[in-house]
């Protein structure tokens, strides 16, 4: 279904979570709506430039890096508690490989009842959608595409746009699975 709702938020499942590395991983994807192999993958040194946050390509799905804008203060707030947390290091711990905290972060999502973390990226489109509109996306009660008056199936679009380049989709066909249609 187009419009389903697949939106999901962190709420007090993230107290279940004792590994501080895969908790600020939860809390990247929530804010800034990043894979799971990206936010694993998080490092300070490399991703911080101040307004935005710059994703490596070997990263990304597809190889394709991209920038996504600091607009929030909880998201400037997180970028914060990680430097704290490892400095300028990476969220995967020195003595450990991806693989390894992979497998910590899924343990520790199964232990806390977090399944299906796509939906924080859900969440983080739908949210930023609202922000960029001033509306509802489809997919949380806002208006449907087919109804919008043309001024406003413009601005639809360039929030899609905007969206799509944030979660790294080339497409930008593919933020329907996020936004509704």
């Excluded at 979570?17 to 990206?38: K, N, Y």
């Excluded at 508690?81 to 390894?100: D, N």
């Excluded at 922000?131 to 949380?140: D, E, I």
Aim: aromatic share 6%; hydrophobic share 35%.
């Amino acid at each position: 279904m187009i419009n389903e709702y697949k939106a999901k938020d962190l709420g007090d499942r993230l107290d279940r979570i004792t590994d501080p590395h895969v908790r600020m991983s939860l809390r990247l994807q929530a804010v800034f709506g990043l894979r799971r192999e990206e936010s694993i993958k998080f490092q300070l040194s490399y991703v911080d430039r101040d307004d935005h946050i710059a994703i490596k390509g070997s990263w990304a799905k597809g190889g394709r890096g991209r920038t996504v804008l600091i607009t929030t203060p909880e998201q400037r707030a997180v970028l914060d508690e990680i430097h704290r947390l490892v400095g300028s290091g990476s969220l995967i711990p020195a003595h450990k490989a991806y693989i390894q905290q992979r497998h910590v972060y899924d343990g520790q999502c199964k232990v806390a009842a977090l399944s299906n973390m796509c939906g924080l990226r859900h969440h983080y489109a739908q949210m930023r959608y609202e922000v960029l509109t001033g509306w509802k996306a489809p997919a949380t009660g806002g208006i449907h595409h087919s109804s919008m008056p043309p001024a406003q199936r413009v601005q639809d679009r360039q929030a899609r746009q905007i969206i799509s380049r944030d979660l790294g989709h080339e497409w930008i066909g593919v933020v329907s699975i996020y936004l509704g249609r």
